[in-house]
């Protein structure tokens, strides 16, 4: 069974920067897609980043796209979000995901959620 578990959130001031984590377990991740999603209160849950765990390449939504960065660590099984130049409007519950599948924007295609960790950015 795969568990995902983040850590990293917080709250920040709007232009400051936070670094979230995904640690996971539970299996060999060689050709997994990771993603992280973020859901604000009253919206629909939204794709932000997503990073193919062999090759490493890398998709972003285009309003995060320039100031967030998804990585992986092979040898940590961990992946991580790297956000910069934070604005209020990213203020969100945020999720990371897995699935042994093909990189997708898609939610639904993604088998394995971590808990969520809350971001909050103040103006």
């Known amino acids: 069974q795969v568990q995902l578990v983040e850590s990293g959130g917080g709250l920040v001031q709007a232009g400051g920067s936070l670094r979230l984590s995904c640690a996971a377990s539970?299996?060999?991740?060689?050709?997994?897609?990771m993603a992280w999603f973020r859901q604000a209160p009253g919206k629909e849950r939204e794709f932000v980043a997503a990073?193919?765990?062999?090759?490493?390449?890398?998709y972003y939504a285009d309003g995060v796209k320039g100031r967030f960065t998804i990585s992986r660590d092979k040898a940590k099984n961990t992946f991580y979000l790297q956000m910069n130049s934070l604005k209020p409007e990213d203020t969100a519950a945020y999720y990371c995901?897995?699935?042994?599948?093909?990189?997708?924007?898609?939610?639904?295609?993604?088998?394995?959620w971590g808990q969520g960790t809350q971001v909050t950015v103040s103006s």
């Open positions: 990073i193919s765990w062999s090759t490493g390449s890398t």
């Open positions: 539970g299996r060999t991740f060689s050709r997994y897609a």
């Open positions: 995901a897995a699935d042994p599948g093909i990189v997708t924007r898609n939610q639904d295609r993604y088998a394995y």
